[in-house]
């Protein structure tokens, strides 16, 4: 009995989309096939049981195309039927015409290395995907096909014929260049244009720099398709940027790549993308003369460092967060320090449920008036160290309310000299893990008023110069505190002119080793002797203050200018007294500074 061969051919065609001379390498693309042909050869007993018959095929593809390659498979024209080579015979071995788990009699088809299924042989003018990647690839990738023939009883005898084409493609992409890191990017613009303070702009060139030209090449070789040259052109105070790519993208770790740019004007940033930026830290930071830093299309999407990213823009007058993703930012401390004409911030963007500092965040924004923090999400931050310290305007901030500090340690100067702030309210504040309040309220000469009733302080050893200054606070009620692990409290109420009563009803002091200038009404600046208000009159403790720790430097000048402190006898000069006089004052015989409440 005669048997039937089948015969198959295979073609690769293989192409590379972009070849460019300023590559920084050019990309390569190679394909071969382990076997150019597959034969099938099947008996006469083969058609009358059925019998199919599958091949492998192995496709190996090596690029360094960025963006990977495609495969895809079509037969050599729109005839996808193994056609017997004796043209006078018009049986054929059909494609099956769709995907399916088996062959019929008389079929043929082929699976992926990933698929399970049979396919239809796709037509020349409708190849089909069987394999894709998305970025370059350092080793060989093996691709495997498989090819399968099924014969029937009915089949003539002869052989069967056709080809199929393999194309192997470098997928297109934009042409992009990577910046240096920051450091390296901010270092060669100083040195191509004396110290960078002379630079007013920053824009591209649509041509190369001429020759003779001073250049400095800032792109990344290792990462970039086209190089990046700068130069700067003195009559124009213009530092230019010529590339040929369509996107340039700064660096993972971009800090200070503009810092101290300090003579700069208009600063475009539309042709950068910062989609793998992560450290920003003061990337824009001293910024003398820039009035609005465009950043819309940043696409700042993995940054976790911001510290000082705006820092000392003193002619900012507006920041917004567009173009910004900051869920993943854990830094945010000196964001807008030393922005000192900013006066709004559009923070409706902003996320910073992982940021855990936001030490000195706004510190000498000092014409910031109003700031809208409902969107702060500040579960995880750890450090608020003068977060709004010297913001001299400052006369309310909205959402406070919503403010979770249950993490936080770290409260030392958080609203240093805001002598605008008329009232404070911070009793939605929990703070079971705050150890340092170190002048959190030193300096607020506008404060009448302020909310501590459910501050936890049992852990914290730093109060000293915690109120000093507050001129206008005429009451404070601290019944609340536990002070057991507190070590200093210098100066916590000094420079208080107007301060008539205080509530320290439930403070404990086992660990006190300073109070000097504790009530002291006297600036250490001015002579003990000037005249000046003094209205304190009463203190109010439950106990005696555990003095058996202070040191003889720690308990200096404790109540410097206090004249009319009365305790259950009545008022009394207390100017010169010592530490033993942190005691409740019941009889003539014995007398205190504090009265029982």
């Known amino acids: 009995m005669l048997g039937i061969l089948c015969l198959l051919s295979a073609i690769i065609s293989n192409s590379v989309l972009f070849t460019h001379s300023s590559f920084a390498v050019d990309p390569t693309l190679t394909a071969s096939l382990d076997k150019e042909n597959l034969d099938f050869d099947f008996s006469g007993s083969d058609l009358i049981n059925e019998v199919s018959l599958s091949k492998l095929s192995k496709l190996s593809v090596k690029t360094n195309a960025r963006a990977g390659y495609t495969v895809t498979l079509s037969a050599s024209s729109d005839e996808t039927d193994l056609k017997n080579t004796n043209t006078a015979l018009s049986i054929k071995i059909s494609s099956i015409a769709s995907a399916d788990t088996s062959l019929s009699a008389n079929t043929w088809g ?24 998305n970025q370059k690839s350092e080793s060989q990738a093996t691709h495997l096909l498989h090819l399968a023939v099924k014969v029937g009883e009915n089949l003539m005898p002869g052989t069967y014929k056709n080809s199929l084409v393999y194309s192997v493609i470098a997928n297109p992409y934009e042409l992009a260049a990577h910046l240096v890191n920051g450091l390296d990017f901010n270092t060669m613009v100083k040195s191509v244009s004396s110290g960078g303070t002379n630079i007013k702009q920053f824009a591209r060139s649509a041509t190369p720099p001429a020759a003779g030209v001073d250049v400095r090449e800032v792109s990344n070789p290792d990462k970039s398709d086209c190089d990046i040259k700068i130069w700067y052109q003195a009559d124009t105070f213009t530092l230019y940027y010529y590339t040929e790519a369509d996107k340039i993208y700064f660096h993972e770790d971009s800090s200070r790549a503009f810092k101290n740019l300090s003579g700069l004007q208009v600063l475009n940033l ?279 720790n202070i040191t003889p430097q720690g308990g200096a000048r404790i109540f410097a200018g206090r004249r009319k402190v009365r305790d259950h006898v009545g008022p009394q000069m207390l100017t010169f007294k010592d530490k033993t006089w942190l005691r409740i004052g019941e009889r003539s015989s014995r007398r205190g500074a504090f009265t029982k409440p």
């Open 270 to 548: 539309n042709d950068f993308d910062a989609s793998y930026t992560k450290i920003m830290t003061e990337m824009f930071s001293g910024l003398e003369k820039v009035y609005n830093i465009d950043t819309s299309g940043l696409n700042a999407k993995s940054v976790t460092n911001m510290a000082g990213i705006f820092g000392y823009n003193a002619r900012t007058s507006h920041i917004s967060f567009n173009g910004f993703n900051t869920e993943n930012v854990t830094d945010m401390s000196r964001m807008f320090e030393g922005c000192t004409d900013l006066t709004s911030v559009d923070f409706s963007n902003i996320n910073t449920k992982n940021v855990t500092t936001m030490r000195y965040m706004f510190r000498r924004a000092t014409k910031l008036g109003a700031i809208i923090l409902e969107k702060f999400d500040t579960s995880n931050v750890v450090d608020m160290y003068g977060m709004f310290s010297n913001m001299t305007a400052l006369h309310q901030i909205v959402g406070l309310k919503n403010f979770n500090t249950e993490k936080v340690e770290n409260m030392d100067g958080m609203f240093w000299n805001c002598n605008s702030l008329g009232t404070l309210d911070l009793s939605s504040f929990r703070t079971p893990k705050l150890k340092i309040m170190r002048s959190m309220f030193y300096g607020m000469s506008g404060l009448m008023s302020i909310n501590l009733s459910t501050f936890d302080t049992s852990n914290v050893t730093n109060m000293s110069s915690l109120f000093e200054g507050g001129s206008r606070l005429t009451e404070l009620d601290l019944s609340s505190f536990r002070t057991e692990n507190v070590e200093t409290m210098e100066r916590m109420f000094a420079l208080m002119p107007a301060i008539q009563v205080i509530h320290i009803d439930n403070f404990k002091t086992p660990k006190l080793t300073n109070v000097t200038e504790l009530f002291s009404r006297f600036d250490p600046g001015v002579a003990m002797g000037a005249t000046g208000s003094d209205q304190l009159e009463r203190i109010y403790c439950n106990e005696d203050f555990d003095v058996s």
């Open 110 to 133: 082929y699976q992926t290395d990933t698929g399970t299924n049979y396919n239809a042989i796709p037509k020349l003018s409708e190849p089909k995907t069987i394999a894709q990647t």
